[in-house]
């Protein structure tokens, strides 16, 4: 562990160890993939584009999230290039592998239904000192169009920490590792939730050729 963490560590001790407000060095790099390992045994023949996610987590720090104690906080990984842009890649690639719609649209394709997403809370928090408790916080908004028809009007909420069966890093990792894959590990449990619900969507009919 290095010196920044561990001073990190001691001023935890001494305001309680919420996290909300820092960033967390070493926590940067690539979006751990968060694959629900969902396929559909149907196909819609339809396409569906996903609209850039809207990142509204200022509005909605401190809100409790999925019913725990557990809130909306500043605390993520994403340096560089966004929360936003992370999100889109991941149910671009989601909605690929499950293979609920007959393709992913990445053009501006008038036929095709739009996925859009606001991201409501997205980071992590540690709480304690010297038994720490790590989670990861997922709050996502979404909403799917057939041109001005709402299909699908969810929010859908998870926390995963690292106590957790849904936690997939070691028990042994350094906090901000742990904090970056349980962000994933979050994502992954709304995203199972979300293909889940989108696979029993029923679409009116095909849109304009």
């Not at 001691?10 to 969902?38: D, E, K, Q, W």
């Not at 590990?185 to 293909?195: A, C, I, Q, T």
Request: aromatic content about 8%; charged content about 25%.
């Amino acid at each position: 562990m290095n010196a920044r963490t561990l001073v990190l560590l001691f001023v935890c001790g001494l305001i309680g160890c919420n996290r909300a407000a820092l960033r967390i060095p070493g926590a940067a790099g690539p979006f751990h993939t968060a694959s629900t390992g969902y396929v559909s045994n149907r196909t819609l023949p339809r396409a569906v584009r996903v609209a850039v996610p809207i990142d509204t987590r200022p509005a909605h720090y401190g809100e409790r999230v999925a019913g725990t104690r557990w809130t909306g906080c500043k605390t993520d990984p994403f340096w560089g290039y966004g929360a936003a842009h992370a999100l889109a890649s991941e149910l671009e690639r989601e909605l690929r592998d499950s293979k609920i719609f007959e393709r992913v649209s990445v053009t501006d394709d008038p036929s095709a239904l739009v996925l859009e997403t606001e991201i409501r809370a997205l980071c992590a928090q540690v709480v304690g000192f010297l038994w720490l408790r790590v989670a990861g916080i997922t709050s996502l908004h979404f909403t799917l169009r057939d041109g001005e028809q709402v299909l699908l009007d969810r929010t859908i909420e998870e926390v995963v920490t690292d106590v957790d069966e849904e936690y997939s890093g070691s028990q042994a990792a350094f906090i901000e590792q742990a904090m970056k894959v349980l962000i994933s590990d979050s994502v992954r449990e709304v995203l199972s939730k979300l293909v889940w619900e989108l696979d029993r969507v029923e679409p009116p009919g095909p849109g304009p050729l």
